[in-house]
C-alpha cells in the first residue's frame, strides 16, 4: 500500500505547473490565431473588415474554451518548462509559433 501512495506522489510530481501551462496555451492559441485571422481580414475589402474581424472573434473564442483542456493537459503532461515559458513569454504570433521547431 505505501508503494502505490508514493508511486502516486512521483505521478503527481511528474506533471507540469497547471497555471502556467493554462497561461501559456491561452497566450499561444490567441498569437497563433491571430496571426493567420489578421491576414485574412486585412485582405477583404474595407467594407467587408469589421464583420469578418467579429466573424473572428467568435470562433476564436469557441475555439479556445473547446481546445484549451486538451492543451493544458498536454503541457502538464510534457512538463517542459523551456517550451511552457516559451509559450507564456511568446509576444508575436511568430514568436509563439517558433516555440515549437
Known amino acids: 500500500m505505501r508503494h502505490a501512495i508514493v508511486w502516486l506522489v512521483l505521478l503527481g510530481a511528474c506533471k507540469g505547473d497547471a497555471v502556467q501551462c493554462e497561461k501559456g496555451c491561452r497566450n499561444y492559441a ?6 493567420n485571422a489578421e491576414v485574412d481580414i486585412a485582405s477583404k475589402p474595407p467594407a467587408e473588415r469589421e464583420a469578418r474581424r467579429k466573424m473572428h472573434v467568435s470562433k476564436f473564442t469557441s475555439e479556445l ?3 484549451i483542456d486538451v492543451c493544458v493537459s498536454q503541457c502538464q503532461s510534457a512538463n ?3 517550451d511552457m ?4 513569454k511568446a509576444k508575436t504570433g ?3 509559433v517558433a516555440c515549437f521547431k
Not at 30 to 35: G, N, P, R, S, T
Not at 85 to 88: D, L, S
Request: aromatic share 10%; proline share 5%.
Open 85 to 88: 515559458n516559451c509559450m507564456v
Open 65 to 67: 474554451e473547446g481546445g
Open 94 to 96: 511568430d514568436q509563439a
Open 30 to 35: 490567441a498569437l497563433a490565431y491571430w496571426k
Open 80 to 82: 517542459n518548462p523551456d
